[in-house]
């Protein structure tokens, strides 16, 4: 865990991603389900129980698929197809991007592929009044 010269140090020499008063974000990913195959990313097939099957059943439930339903044997009975969209949503905040790697170290085992992404403080008086005081505690 940092100290406060530590996040002062750290925010005059990171790099700020080229974006005015830089906030560093942690996000993890989140699927939603259910959506339309024309609003989606992507689909995976389901059992009746809504568990995603394994790469071998799905590549099996693809040509059964493409057949008509009960040729050669082949069904797509029982199994579904999910279609979704990945999207990043909002972890936590960091003033640096140490202190979300350092959240990452201790808490990234509990995100859904997790990332470091930078939005901007522009304009944000209270984040750019904060980061300003950081800036100026001397070492």
Same mark, same amino acid.
């Given at each position: ?18 974006? +005015?008063? /830089? ?11 259910? @959506? +339309? ?5 992507? *689909? #995976?097939?389901?059992?009746?129980? +809504? %568990? %995603? #099957? ?6 099996? @439930?693809? %040509? ?14 029982? *199994?579904?197809? #999910?279609? *979704?969209?990945? %999207?990043? #949503?909002?972890?936590? /905040? ?16 509990? @995100?859904?592929? /997790? ?6 403080? *522009? ?13 100026? @505690?001397? /070492?």
């Amino acid at each position: 865990m940092s100290d406060i010269p530590t996040i002062a140090t750290n925010l005059r020499t990171q790099d700020g991603r080229m974006t +005015s008063n /830089p906030i560093f974000v942690v996000q993890q990913k989140r699927r939603i389900c259910g @959506l +339309s195959e024309y609003y989606s990313d992507d *689909y #995976v097939w389901v059992n009746n129980d +809504s %568990e %995603e #099957v394994d790469e071998e059943k799905a590549a099996e @439930l693809e %040509e059964a698929d493409d057949r008509d339903t009960f040729q050669d044997g082949f069904t797509t009975k029982g *199994y579904r197809k #999910v279609y *979704y969209r990945d %999207e990043y #949503v909002f972890v936590q /905040p960091f003033f640096t991007e140490q202190g979300a790697k350092d959240y990452l170290a201790i808490n990234g085992h509990n @995100l859904r592929e /997790p990332r470091i992404y930078v939005e901007s403080g *522009y304009r944000n008086e209270e984040w750019e009044m904060i980061r300003a005081h950081f800036v100026g @505690l001397k /070492p």
